[in-house]
Every structure is written in C-alpha cells, then in structure tokens.
C-alpha cells in the first residue's frame, strides 16, 4: 500500500514537472513572440518618423516669422519621439552578459537615493554622492521630523531613479563605467593639456 502511494507521488511529481516545463516553453515562447512585435512596432514607428521627416522637408518654408517656430517646434517634437523610443528600447531590451540593467539601476536608486548609483555610476561621483547622502540623511533624521522630509525626498528620489537610469544606459553603450556630470570641465582640462 505504501508502495502505492509513493508511486503515485512520484507519477504525481512527474505531471507536475511536465506541466511546469511546458508553462516555461509557453512563457519564452510567449517572451519571443512579444520581442518581436516590440521590435516591429519600433520599426514602424521609426519609419513613421522618417516619412514625417521628408514630407516636412518637402513642404516649401513659409516667410512669417511666426510660422518658423511651428517648424523648429515640429522638428524639435519628432528629435524628443525618437529619443523617447531609443530609450523605451533600450529599457525594453534584457541586458546581455557584462551589461547592467537600467530596471535594477532605477529601482535601487530610486529605491537608496545616489546610494543606488553604486550599480552603474561613475564611482568618481556615486561615491562622494552615497557619502554625503548618508551624512545628510543621518543629520536630517536627528533634527528634522519625518513629516518635513517627505516632500524634499519626493523631488530628490524621482531625480535620483532617472539619474540611475541614465547611468545603466550610459553603462551600456560604452561599456564601462561613465560620467554625467561635470563633463565640460573634463573637455576645458584636455584642452588646456593640448595647448600647452
């Protein structure tokens, strides 16, 4: 009797494994298939754009002045579309081996503040950044009441998630580690270093 309940735990253990790896063979083909339409979507709405873009082009310019601001604003709307999908793209997008993910980045530091930096940032600015954090955040928690820190925290977090965005994009395409701020001083310094 025993060795019939044991053999139908195990036939009971089988159905299950079967059921299991045929709900994950749905579930990546399911992931496939939804990269797929992504991917077209993607395409089309590109395309979309590009067709905008020459059908703006071939328009002929109009001599009021203020006509010229609704082009500048056109062009200036369909740069932002196409920045916004690159951007949705790469989000969408799994990282691949060594990459880091911009979902983990924006979490943690949205989540830790510049603390979250630590994943994907520039440790030239995520570290002093995380210890001035810690220092402000022990300070404030001993003056100031919870209740008054709640709507700086609800500006500074956001900021800080998108911050950690853009450093896993960053992160990403050029493969390491790299700066958001202070970019121009570091330009100034290679100047001056070739001048003189």
Excluded: C
């Amino acid at each position: 009797m025993a060795e019939d309940d044991r053999g139908v735990r195990e036939r009971l253990a089988e159905l299950e494994a079967e059921v299991k790896a045929e709900a994950d063979a749905a579930r990546a083909h399911k992931d496939v298939a939804l990269a797929k339409l992504r991917e077209q979507q993607a395409e089309q709405a590109e395309l979309r754009v590009r067709q905008q873009a020459i059908v703006t082009k071939s328009k002929p310019r109009r001599t009021d002045p203020d006509d010229d601001d609704d082009g500048d604003g056109l062009a200036g709307a369909i740069e932002l579309a196409r920045g916004a999908n690159r951007v949705k793209n790469e989000l969408a997008r799994k990282p691949r081996k060594g990459e880091k993910s911009a979902l983990i980045s924006g979490v943690a530091s949205l989540a830790l503040g510049p603390l979250g930096w630590l994943y994907a940032g520039s440790l030239r600015e995520s570290v002093p950044a995380a210890t001035v954090w810690l220092l402000l955040a022990g300070l404030a928690g001993k003056i100031l009441p919870t209740l008054l820190l709640w709507p700086v925290l609800m500006v500074i977090m956001p900021l800080s998630g998108i911050a950690g965005v853009v450093y896993a994009i960053q992160y990403n395409r050029h493969g390491g580690r790299q700066r958001l701020f202070d970019k121009d001083k570091d330009k100034k310094q290679l100047k001056s270093g070739r001048e003189g």
